[in-house]
């Protein structure tokens, strides 16, 4: 089996599944779309690009010789994101976004200081403007009211 039928294999797994689990919610009508709708409509393009990417995946290295070389950087954006959600409801929104972006761009990537600081504060404060007020979901906020 090569890398890129393997992939798409997995696309079209992954379809397989949203569209199984879609089965629950309404998908109503063209005029009148149900909230299964859309995830219906998602799952089966998925599945279309993963069933054409693994047909079209003959050509691609074979499976057995392939090497990542970056699973310990996976790895740890794996681990950096499961503390960051284990963080959101403590710490508030804001901090674990700021915190994320600093680990993510400071540590991982060793950017610059002055631009890390200046993106992760943009980015929290920007986002949680536009998703909490002005959307008006609910972000968790911090003990402190931050």
Known sequence: MRSDQ????MLLALALY???QNRV?????????????????????LGAMGLLIALWGVRSAPLAAMKWMEAPRAVVILIACAVATL????????????????FL???????????????A??????????VGDLLHVPLPRSPWGF
């Open 6 to 9: 393997f992939s798409g294999l």
């Open 18 to 20: 949203v569209g199984w």
């Open 25 to 45: 919610y309404p998908v109503g009508t063209l005029s009148e779309p149900g909230p299964g709708y859309l995830p219906l409509l998602l799952a089966i393009f």
């Open 87 to 102: 963080a959101l409801e403590r710490i508030g929104y804001r901090l674990t976004v700021i915190a994320l972006l600093i």
């Open 105 to 119: 761009l400071g540590v991982l990537e060793r950017k610059r200081p002055l631009p890390v600081a200046l993106v």
């Open 121 to 130: 504060l943009g980015f929290s404060f920007a986002s949680y403007y536009i």
